[in-house]
């Protein structure tokens, strides 16, 4: 259960302002992901980053950026321009390849936008 | 493009009772299913994968090809069986990222 670390638990902030939510993982995993969570409609995609120093959009990208300067280490940053920020943030991280490359997920953000 | 349906959001059924939780995929190729489970207060968490072709806890699922399904599964519902079930698909063709469905809340009552 545990090797990934998210921080905080919970955020809030004001709108216009950005915030970075912190992502940690101690497995040694080469592949890292952020998921955004919504009551019904699941699990959704932002940026994933296959190794470091090179991250790809997902399905939501627009008004988040991350950056992979370390292994362990892959940061979100919400920024104003996201218009519905107000959500639960899920990190993750797998090996790069492999049959069984499972996604293991962090306890999670909860961003509340005031 | 990739897509999960899991067309139930609430499946209510009493303890001993059997469940099935629906999952449906459209993706071209060939596709590699999973079903992630998150109990009250616990993180998401892998409950089994359709290459393995495994039992966990009870639960079976099997890929369907012709229906592109992959139903999850137990004869024999429990109450520590409550929590909120994902369906995803993995492509290996983007970075083996998951694409979910939008989960199904299963609540088995005593």
């Known amino acids: 259960d545990g090797g990934i670390t998210q921080s905080p638990k919970y955020l809030f902030r004001k709108e216009g302002q950005n915030v970075t939510l912190s992502c940690e993982q101690n497995l040694n995993h080469d592949a890292m992901y952020w998921y955004r969570q919504d009551p019904g409609q699941g699990l959704r995609l932002i940026y994933y980053?296959?190794?470091?120093?090179?991250?790809q959009k997902g399905d939501i990208a627009e008004g988040y950026s991350v950056s992979r300067e370390k292994k362990e280490s892959f940061p979100l940053t919400v920024t104003s321009a996201q218009k519905n920020p107000t959500a639960f943030y899920l990190c993750?991280?797998?090996?790069?390849?492999?049959?069984?490359?499972?996604?293991?997920f962090g306890p999670g953000t909860r961003l509340t936008v005031l | 493009a990739q897509r999960v349906t899991q067309p139930e959001k609430l499946l209510s059924v009493f303890k001993g009772a059997p469940v099935e939780l629906k999952c449906n995929y459209s993706?071209?190729?060939?596709?590699?299913l999973f079903w992630y489970v998150q109990y009250s207060r616990q993180r998401l968490q892998l409950l089994l994968r359709?290459?393995s072709r495994e039992s966990i806890k009870g639960f079976t699922a099997d890929l369907n090809k012709g229906e592109t399904s992959f139903h999850l599964k137990k004869p024999f519902a429990q109450e520590e069986d409550s929590a909120m079930y994902y369906c995803?698909?993995?492509?290996?063709?983007?970075?083996?990222?998951?694409?979910f469905g939008g989960g199904t809340r299963v609540l088995v009552k005593p």
């Open positions: 980053s296959q190794i470091v120093n090179d991250f």
């Open positions: 993750a991280s797998s090996p790069a390849s492999g049959a069984y490359n499972e996604q293991f």
């Open positions: 993706y071209s190729g060939s596709p590699e």
């Open positions: 995803a698909l993995r492509s290996k063709a983007a970075g083996n990222k998951l694409t």
């Open positions: 359709h290459i």
